[in-house]
């Protein structure tokens, strides 16, 4: 069972370069969720989807795009990296209504230097 | 605001000492209470959603209760394997949707 699946595990930018993380669920879930995890901090919520076709912002979503492509896949852009986005960042995504578990893929380690 | 915090940060103990993890949390209108383990370097694994005052729920060594202000972790006689970060976390209020998370506690096992 795949569950989430996120790539790439790790990349490292320069800052100033532009990239985009890769979400894909095999659940049938509506509801899709991009997370950063920094030290100190916990788990915060960028942006999130709660069916195909829409996003919302969450608790930090400046210096992040997202984009639903379908029900599947979820992707997260970094349009100009700074070093303030080095984190580590985990797509989740959860069936019907709030109140239901979310699911948490494996992470992405991303390092802007 | 919606807050959850846990305690303590940080926890030693000797293989087969019982603890408890504690989570306080403050929302308008709970939707539940989510406990999750998390391994070094990997994603959140979920462990227990309760959802209403007085409610337990178990899981090999492992126990969860909640009240209208706090959820506890109860471990029993760990083992090293149970060392991870427990996080626990609360849906935001107002409907809104995703899960507002503590910052963990980190659990190591002595054997």
């Known amino acids: 069972n795949a569950g989430v699946t996120q790539t790439p595990k790790f990349q490292v930018l320069k800052t100033g370069q532009s990239m985009t993380l890769q979400c894909a669920q095999d659940?049938?879930?509506?509801?899709m969720y991009w997370y950063r995890q920094d030290p100190g901090m916990g788990l915060r919520l960028i942006y999130y989807s709660a069916s195909e076709g829409t996003t919302d912002k969450g608790e930090v979503p400046n210096g992040y795009n997202v984009s639903r492509l379908n029900k599947r896949e979820f992707s997260l852009r970094l349009e100009s990296a700074a070093p303030s986005q080095t984190s580590v960042y985990f797509c989740?995504?959860?069936?019907?209504?709030?109140?239901?578990?979310?699911?948490f893929g494996e992470g992405s380690w991303l390092t802007v230097v | 605001e919606d807050q959850v915090t846990q305690s303590p940060e940080a926890l030693r103990l000797q293989e087969g000492e019982s603890s408890s993890l504690n989570c306080s949390y403050t929302?308008?209108?709970?939707?539940?209470l989510f406990w999750y383990r998390q391994d070094p370097g990997k994603g959140p694994e979920f462990l227990f959603t309760l959802y209403s005052a007085g409610e337990e729920k178990e899981k090999e060594r492992l126990k969860a209760t909640l009240t209208k202000k706090e959820s506890f972790l109860h471990i029993t006689a760990p083992k090293p394997e149970d060392s991870a970060t427990y996080l626990c976390a609360v849906p935001p209020g107002g409907g809104a949707d995703g899960l507002t998370f503590g910052k963990g506690t980190h659990l190591i096992i002595q054997p």
């Open positions: 989740a995504s959860r069936p019907g209504t709030p109140g239901n578990t979310i699911y």
């Open positions: 659940m049938n879930h509506n509801s």
């Open positions: 929302v308008s209108g709970l939707r539940g």
